[in-house]
């Protein structure tokens, strides 16, 4: 199984911008599901992001228009663009990809602050 390692999280004030990356150990080129969750202590893990493979055509989607998913085949990353920021926003946001054949890893995580 392979390793996901997020980056690019940090603190920063309402209405600021973060890019967070995700660099996978694999090849993310035959996964079928590339995504973003995030959490806040005491509640579920709350889906953010993903780009869901149907055939060969890559579906994008995310919670918020303020959110963008973006992957780059050959650094094996994954990225999410966030803009606007709100507090709400403040959370550990994990990356998550999904093969073929069902098979998920998750990152660590890395902390996202929204506060003035």
């Known amino acids: 199984q392979g390793r996901l390692v997020e980056s690019g999280g940090g603190s920063v004030p309402p209405g600021g911008s973060l890019r967070l990356s995700c660099a996978s150990s694999?090849?993310?080129?035959?996964?079928?599901?590339l995504g973003w969750y995030r959490q806040t202590p005491g509640s579920q893990r709350e889906w953010v992001a993903e780009?869901?493979?149907?055939?060969?055509?890559p579906n994008a989607k995310s919670i918020e228009e303020r959110f963008t998913i973006s992957k780059d085949y050959r650094a094996n990353s994954i990225y999410l663009d966030m803009r606007d920021l709100k507090p709400e926003d403040t959370a550990v946001y994990y990356c998550?990809?999904?093969?073929?054949?069902?098979?998920?890893?998750w990152g660590q995580g890395t902390q996202v602050t929204i506060s003035s």
């Open positions: 694999l090849s993310i080129f035959s996964m079928d599901t």
């Open positions: 998550r990809t999904e093969g073929q054949s069902g098979d998920v890893t």
């Open positions: 780009i869901k493979y149907e055939g060969s055509k």
